[in-house]
């Protein structure tokens, strides 16, 4: 059973950094993807990223990719999102998703059908930016 845990999450400053962690487990081939999504009070979902584990391979919604970065580490099971600069309007609860296949999902900023292409989803970490 496909498995993935988040963490990482906290209480930031604006221009602060923080790196979250999606643990993944039960896959048996790295042919599969991550993605990253999040969720702000009052709002939808919203795609973020998407990595393709066996290539290193990824995608990023335009409104972040100049200051999140993802990547994994296949010898942790283990996928990053690096965010930097971070803003309050980047107050959400962040997700994480797995799906089998190297193909990843476009990130459109509105998430629901990036969202619903991971078929394994986790229980999010919350990541508040405040001064």
């Known amino acids: 059973q496909v498995q993935v845990v988040e963490s990482g999450g906290g209480s930031v400053q604006p221009g602060d950094s923080l790196r979250l962690s999606c643990v993944v487990s039960?896959?048996?081939?790295?042919?599969?993807?991550i993605g990253w999504f999040r969720q702000a009070p009052g709002k939808g979902r919203e795609a973020i990223s998407c990595?393709?584990?066996?290539?290193?391979?990824?995608v990023y919604n335009d409104s972040v990719k100049d200051r999140f970065t993802i990547s994994r580490d296949l010898a942790k099971n283990t996928v990053y999102l690096e965010m930097k600069d971070l803003k309050p309007e980047d107050t959400a609860v962040y997700y994480c998703?797995?799906?089998?296949?190297?193909?990843?999902?476009?990130?459109?900023?509105?998430?629901?059908?990036?969202?619903?292409?991971?078929?394994?989803r986790g229980q999010g970490t919350q990541v508040t930016v405040s001064s």
């Open positions: 990595i393709s584990v066996r290539d290193g391979s990824a």
């Open positions: 039960g896959f048996t081939t790295d042919e599969y993807s």
């Open positions: 998703g797995a799906r089998e296949g190297i193909l990843c999902p476009t990130p459109y900023p509105s998430g629901y059908y990036f969202v619903t292409a991971f078929s394994t």
